[in-house]
């Protein structure tokens, strides 16, 4: 599962279904951890993103 709290700038994610890719352009800020972590994984049709 892609993590927000460990993704850094740069790094690329992709969707083994349909070939979607993402790339990390700025780190989240979401308190990784805390009370405002982000919950929701990374996920593209259904199915987590895999880091490239």
Do not use: H
Request: aromatic content about 2%; glycine content about 12%.
């Amino acid at each position: 599962m892609a993590n927000c709290a460990e993704m850094k700038p740069g790094d690329r994610f992709v969707c083994e279904n349909c070939g979607l890719e993402l790339q990390v352009t700025k780190a989240c800020s979401c308190g990784a951890g805390g009370e405002e972590a982000c919950t929701v994984p990374l996920m593209c049709c259904g199915r987590d993103m895999s880091k490239k």
